[in-house]
């Protein structure tokens, strides 16, 4: 059976302006930096980005993103498990995904990569 889905997952600073998210694309592929400190608690999370200091909470919901799309080969592969998990419009889903994504680069807490950059070469 299919979660509910929560659409205030980001548990980030309110929105912007909106123009200042990064481009997110399904081919990306996320990575963590190293000046990322993550630590779960119960079914939340707490991102600590070493370099500014600044430390952002996630809820159940958005810490489960967490946990897909950085495990994932790629956003879209994200995308599809994250859909089979939760009770939500796969439109809705992939715009808090892509904004959830989007807030974390712009503030140093993930990166994004070319799907095949950092892989290995398969000729």
Same mark, same amino acid.
């Given at each position: 059976?299919a979660?509910?889905w929560?659409a =205030?997952c980001?548990? *980030?600073p $309110?929105?912007g302006?909106? $123009?200042?998210?990064?481009m997110?694309?399904? $081919?990306d592929?996320?990575?963590?930096p190293?000046h990322v400190?993550?630590?779960?608690? =119960?079914?939340?999370?707490?991102l600590?980005?070493?370099?500014?200091?600044r430390?952002?909470?996630? =809820?159940e919901?958005?810490t489960?993103?967490w946990?897909?799309?950085?495990?994932a080969?790629?956003?879209? &592969?994200?995308?599809?498990?994250?859909?089979?998990?939760? =009770? &939500?419009q796969?439109?809705?889903l992939?715009?808090?995904l892509?904004?959830?994504?989007g807030? *974390?680069?712009e503030n140093?807490?993930?990166?994004?990569? $070319?799907?095949?950059?950092?892989? &290995?070469?398969?000729?």
């Amino acid at each position: 059976m299919a979660a509910e889905w929560d659409a =205030d997952c980001l548990g *980030l600073p $309110a929105p912007g302006n909106e $123009a200042d998210v990064e481009m997110v694309t399904l $081919a990306d592929r996320v990575v963590v930096p190293q000046h990322v400190l993550v630590r779960f608690m =119960d079914r939340e999370s707490v991102l600590l980005n070493l370099e500014s200091e600044r430390y952002f909470g996630l =809820d159940e919901t958005g810490t489960r993103m967490w946990q897909v799309v950085t495990s994932a080969p790629n956003v879209e &592969a994200a995308l599809q498990q994250l859909m089979e998990e939760y =009770d &939500a419009q796969p439109e809705i889903l992939r715009s808090n995904l892509t904004e959830l994504l989007g807030r *974390l680069v712009e503030n140093g807490l993930l990166s994004l990569h $070319a799907a095949d950059v950092g892989t &290995a070469s398969t000729v």
